[in-house]
């Protein structure tokens, strides 16, 4: 397994670009099978859950065409509704080919579960509630199964919890169903708004994107469209994170600022981070906006009123996203004072944090879903292994901001969502080294 070898405490300057959002990419890379017309995506990120994906459609027999950040997909000439049950259960996105092989094929079936970060249990009953009310049947054959006599119906469904990739393959099943579902209790994330953005390229009328009703009107067909993929806010909270811990002004160029309000409320009112926004009217699509992290940083985490013990915790859209919790709980280690981390939504999430006390950081796991860290502490480099992408992203920061040479493995951990991330760390000015 390969690893990354760090050197800690350099200073860390310049421009950085998030790559194109991995949890858009997915569901918008298995909408391309509901329909026999070429799909464009654009700002397509170069990392390894998307490379699986690929993968998996092209053995399916999607048509695809890569040029630089660009790929085209054309499902005209499938051959098979069954994924390849290997490359199926390496990635949680996998889940999103169910929907639409349903809605247009009528058919969906693997023999195995699907994979993805090992973070706590994450339940499909969801996906399942809502493919079933529209008229899919789950067989229970030895085999993961679904079946559909006939199309689609649309009908009003209200979730049992607000699952991303659950409203998502509910959106896309719905997109081809006859007359109208709506959605209650559906995911709003910008991953989310991104696929429903593609489908009414493609023709399905979607109302209340960016809400938890969602209301989908069934289409006899779907036609080819092109569009952009945005920008990964999850990584511009890590890169929060890492301008904030480290010496150096580090620019974060390419944000969208309707994605930040969340990270504002807790990096800066909460933790102390100072940065503001850079405006460029005329820049191109895409670059308009630029994130700073100031140079000089004096983390202190904010009490509650009367003095006490703050928190942070994680909800779903707009909420404090639950994939940089791992991010935040670095980021407050070194800040002055004292706050629990809450991560609600993962039992598993926060078992990192026994990597982060080797290396000196001082946090008390009070259980599964909670932690007090108290800060500011030394850090100092560790050997230690990336048990997930978030958690591998957190050890990344600590490690740059630690005294001392830190190694991590299992990186391709990492890679599975940030692209050539050592790369890019280098032209920061960071000591890092990818070791086979």
């Keep these: 397994m390969a690893s990354f070898v760090i050197e800690g405490g350099r200073p860390l ?23 026999d017309e070429p799909v464009t995506l654009h700002n397509l990120p170069r990392i390894g859950d998307v490379h699986t994906l690929l993968r998996i459609l092209d053995g399916m027999g999607v048509d695809i065409t890569e040029s630089g950040g660009s790929v085209t997909l054309c499902a005209r000439g499938l051959r098979t509704a069954a994924p390849d049950p290997d490359l199926f259960s390496q990635i949680r996105g996998s889940l999103t080919l169910m929907g639409p092989l349903l809605a247009r094929h009528g058919h969906f079936q693997v023999k195995t579960s699907a994979g993805g970060d090992d973070i706590g249990r994450r339940r499909i009953d969801t996906h399942l509630q809502v493919l079933t009310a529209l008229g899919g049947a789950l067989l229970h054959n030895g085999k993961f199964e679904l079946r559909a006599d006939g199309r ?20 896309m099943a719905a997109a081809l169903a006859q007359g109208t579902t709506v959605l209650r209790n559906a995911a709003s994330e910008p991953h989310v708004q991104d696929l429903c953005h593609l489908l009414v390229k493609m023709g399905c009328r979607i109302e209340g994107i960016g809400s938890n009703v969602l209301t989908v009107h069934g289409s006899d067909h779907l036609h080819g469209a092109e569009t952009y993929i945005s920008p990964d806010f999850i990584e511009v909270g890590s890169y929060i994170g890492l301008g904030a811990i480290t010496p150096g002004e580090l620019r974060i160029a390419g944000v969208v600022p309707e994605h930040l309000r969340m990270m504002q409320m807790v990096f800066v009112d909460r933790l102390g981070v100072r940065m503001h926004l850079e405006e460029t009217p005329d820049a191109p699509r895409g670059e308009q906006f630029t994130l700073v992290i100031d140079e000089t ?17 994680d909800a779903p859209w707009p909420a ?20 629990i981390i809450h991560e609600k939504m993962y039992e598993s999430r926060l078992f990192f944090v026994d990597k982060l006390i080797a290396m000196g950081a001082q946090i008390i796991l009070c259980d599964p879903h909670r932690a007090v860290v108290v800060g500011p502490r030394r850090l100092t480099g560790q050997q230690v292994t990336s048990p997930d992408i978030r958690a591998g992203m957190a050890l990344l920061l600590a490690a740059l901001a630690a005294d001392g040479v830190t190694t991590i493995g299992n990186v391709q951990q990492i890679d599975r969502g940030y692209q050539d991330i050592d790369v890019k760390l280098r032209a920061l000015g960071a000591s890092i080294e990818r070791l086979p």
Excluded: H, W, Y
């Excluded at 940083?297 to 915790?313: H, M």
């Excluded at 994939?323 to 004292?338: E, H, N």
């Design 13 to 35: 300057r310049g421009t950085i670009r998030p790559i194109g959002n991995k949890n858009a990419a997915l569901p918008m890379l298995a909408a391309c099978l509901l329909t």
């Design 152 to 171: 689609l119906r649309g009908c009003d469904i209200l979730l049992d919890e607000a699952s991303v990739t659950a409203t998502e393959n509910g959106i």
């Design 297 to 313: 940083q004096d983390l202190r985490i904010q009490p509650d009123f009367g003095g006490a013990v703050p928190k942070i915790d």
């Design 320 to 339: 404090f996203p639950p994939d940089l919790m791992s991010i935040a709980v670095v980021t407050a280690t070194q800040a002055q004072g004292t706050v």
